[in-house]
């Protein structure tokens, strides 16, 4: 256990922060799986916009790297890409 006043501050804040960051890569987690788990089209896009949202949200405030989200949304829109021509046959 830390003594010093200063250290104790950074205890607090370190886990402060650490909570957030959970609060939001969960967020973002239940947010993609929503996607994945969507069967139609409409439903789909519509996850995804939201989805989207979230992980720009975070990306934003440093909780996961820019580029990180922008390989899920990348991902996302593939999938929901492959949803829109699922019905159709060559």
Known sequence: MAHHKSALKRMRQSRKRRLY????????????RAVREATTFEEAMEKFRLATKVLDRISAKNVIHKNTAAN???SLAKHVNKLKF????A
């Open 86 to 89: 699922a019905g159709q046959t």
């Open 21 to 32: 960051n959970r609060l939001n890569k969960k967020t973002a987690k239940f947010a993609i």
């Open 72 to 74: 899920k949304k990348s």
